[in-house]
C-alpha cells in the first residue's frame, strides 16, 4: 500500500471511507457542497415551476391551440427524460463533476435561449433542450449525498431538499411581480440566472471521494477527506485507508438485503464499462427495489405536478362547466401568481415535516403517512368548492406530497450502490419525468372538459399504488452506511 493514503501507516490501522467520513464529521465543508449543490436544485426548481406561468401567455399572445400549449410543458419533461438517463450514465462513469459541468453548461444556455426565441418552434426546441439539461437535477443530491457522513443523513438531506421549495417561491414571487409588468421573455431570462451562477461557481467543486474510493483511486480520496478534515477542523483516522474492509455492522437478517448492501471491491463485484451501468439495475439483486422505486417517483410526480397544474386550472377561471359558486366572479389576472405563491409555501411546512419523520420513523414509514395524508386532502377536491376551500385543500396536498417527494429522494440514493447510484436515482427521476409528461394532459384537458372528478379519482389512484409500492421495498436505509459495489447472485 502506497504510504501517501495515510499519515499515520506505521502503526498499522485501517480505516474506510464511512470510517473516515464520520470521523470529519459534518462540518463547514459540507456546508459549502450543500450551499452548491442546493443552488443546483434551486435552478431546476425555478425552471420547472416557470411552466405554470408561461404557457397562456404565449398562447394567448401566439394564438396557440390548447394541444401547442401543453407541448410547451411536454417537451421539457421530454427533455429532462433523456437528460436524468444520460447525466446519470455520465456521471457514474467519467465522475460527478464532469456531470455537474455537463448540466450547468446546458441548462444555463439554453433557458437564457428560450426568452429570445423568435417563434413557437424555436421556443419549444430550446425548452426541449433545456429539459435535458434540467434532468441532470438527481446528480446534486447524489453528488452532496457522498460528503455526508451516516449520522443524521437524513435531515441534512431534506435541508438540501428546501432548495428547490426556495425555488419554487422564488419563481413564483417572480412570476407574480415579473409577468404583469414586463412580460414572459423577461420572466425566463431572469429565472435563468441560477442556472448560469451554477456554472460560474462551478471551479469550486470537487470529485466525491466516494467516488474516487469506488473506483480504486484511493490515493486521491484520502487527499479529498484530508481536505474535507483540514476544513472542517478534524482529524483523519490514524493508519491507512482501504478500499476492501467490510465493517462489523454489516450482518445481514436477509439474503436480499446482503445482495444489495454488498461492500469492499471484492471479486464479485461486477465491473462497470460503458452503459452496463443501466443493466445493473436490473441484476437480479436490484431488479425488484428498481421498479418499486420507478413506481414511487412516477406517482410522487404524477401527484405533484398535478397539484402545481391543478391549481393554475382552479384559478384561472378557465372551467366553464362548473357551479356558480366557482364562476360567480372572473378571476383577476393576478390570481393565478397569488394561489401558485401561497400553495408553493405548502411545501416548508412539507419540508418541516418530513425532516422530522425521515430521521424518528424511518424513511418507509414517513413515505406511507405522507402519501394517506395527500390522499386525504385530495379526496375533497373532487367537488366543487369556495375558492378559499379549493386553495386550503390544494395547499395541504402539495405539502405532503412534497413531503413524500423529499424522503423518497432520502432514500433512492441511499438504497443504490455507489457504482450505480446516479444511474439509478436519474433513471428513477427520468421515469417521474414520464409522469410530467402525462399529468399536463390529465390536469388541462380532463377539467378544461369538465372532468373534474375523473381526474383528482384518477390522481388519489396513482397515490394509492405508490403507497403500496412502498410496502414492498425491500428494507429500511436509516441509519445505514452507503455502499458501493453490486453482489452477484450465483
Request: hydrophobic share 50%; glycine share 8%; net charge negative.
Amino acid at each position: 500500500m502506497n504510504n501517501e493514503i495515510g499519515d499515520n501507516d506505521e502503526n498499522g490501522h485501517e480505516y474506510t471511507l464511512d470510517e473516515a467520513l464520520a470521523k470529519v464529521g459534518f462540518g463547514k465543508f459540507q456546508v459549502l457542497v450543500l450551499v452548491y449543490a442546493g443552488l443546483g436544485s434551486m435552478a431546476e426548481a425555478m425552471e420547472v415551476m416557470i411552466l405554470s406561468f408561461i404557457g397562456p401567455t404565449v398562447k394567448s399572445e401566439w394564438g396557440l391551440s390548447s394541444g401547442q400549449e401543453s407541448l410547451i410543458t411536454t417537451v421539457v419533461f421530454a427533455g429532462m427524460l433523456i437528460g436524468a438517463y444520460s447525466w446519470g450514465i455520465i456521471s457514474d462513469n467519467y465522475g460527478r463533476r464532469i456531470g455537474l459541468l455537463s448540466v450547468a453548461a446546458v441548462t444555463s444556455l439554453f433557458a437564457l435561449l428560450s426568452a429570445f426565441a423568435p417563434n413557437y418552434i424555436s421556443l419549444v426546441v430550446c425548452r426541449t433542450v433545456a429539459g435535458i439539461g434540467l434532468g441532470g437535477g438527481p446528480l446534486y443530491s447524489a453528488w452532496f449525498l457522498e460528503f455526508v457522513p451516516v449520522q443524521n443523513r437524513g435531515i441534512w438531506m431534506v435541508v438540501f431538499s428546501s432548495f428547490w421549495t426556495i425555488g419554487t417561491i422564488l419563481e413564483a414571487a417572480l412570476a407574480w411581480t415579473v409577468m404583469p409588468r414586463l412580460g414572459w421573455r423577461w420572466l425566463l431570462a431572469l429565472s435563468s440566472v441560477p442556472c448560469f451562477a451554477a456554472l460560474i461557481f462551478y471551479f469550486l467543486t470537487i470529485e466525491s471521494p466516494r467516488y474516487l474510493y469506488m473506483n480504486g483511486m484511493i490515493n486521491e480520496a484520502y487527499n479529498v477527506l484530508k481536505k474535507m478534515a483540514e476544513i472542517n477542523g478534524r482529524e483523519l483516522p490514524s493508519g491507512l485507508l482501504v478500499s476492501d474492509k467490510v465493517s462489523e455492522n454489516e450482518e445481514m437478517t436477509s439474503s436480499e438485503e446482503t445482495q444489495l448492501l454488498s461492500t469492499g471491491r471484492n471479486k464479485n463485484a461486477i465491473s462497470k464499462p460503458g452503459f452496463s451501468s443501466l443493466l445493473m439495475l436490473f441484476s437480479p439483486s436490484l431488479v425488484k427495489t428498481t421498479l418499486l422505486l420507478w413506481m414511487i417517483y412516477f406517482g410522487n410526480s404524477f401527484s405533484y405536478y398535478g397539484v402545481v397544474l391543478l391549481t393554475s386550472e382552479f384559478s384561472s377561471g378557465e372551467i366553464k362547466c362548473s357551479s356558480a359558486i366557482l364562476n360567480s366572479h372572473i378571476l383577476k389576472d393576478s390570481s393565478l401568481y397569488i394561489d401558485a405563491f401561497v400553495t408553493s409555501l405548502a411545501e416548508l411546512p412539507g419540508l418541516i415535516l418530513s425532516a422530522f419523520l425521515v430521521d424518528k420513523v424511518g424513511r418507509k414509514i414517513s413515505m406511507l403517512i405522507t402519501y394517506w395524508c395527500g390522499f386525504i386532502f385530495l379526496l375533497p377536491l373532487m367537488f366543487h368548492h369556495y375558492k378559499i376551500w379549493t386553495t386550503a385543500l390544494l395547499f395541504g396536498a402539495r405539502m405532503f406530497i412534497i413531503g413524500n417527494f423529499t424522503v423518497a429522494g432520502v432514500y433512492c440514493p441511499e438504497i443504490y450502490p455507489t457504482s450505480v447510484r446516479t444511474t439509478g436515482v436519474g433513471v428513477a427521476s427520468a421515469v417521474g419525468r414520464i409522469a410530467g409528461m402525462i399529468c399536463p394532459l390529465v390536469a388541462v384537458d380532463l377539467m378544461s372538459g369538465c372532468h373534474q372528478m375523473a381526474a383528482i379519482i384518477l390522481f388519489e389512484a396513482v397515490i394509492i399504488l405508490s403507497g403500496i409500492s412502498v410496502l414492498f421495498l425491500p428494507f429500511e436505509t436509516k441509519g445505514r452506511e452507503l455502499t458501493d459495489t453490486v453482489a452477484v447472485n450465483k
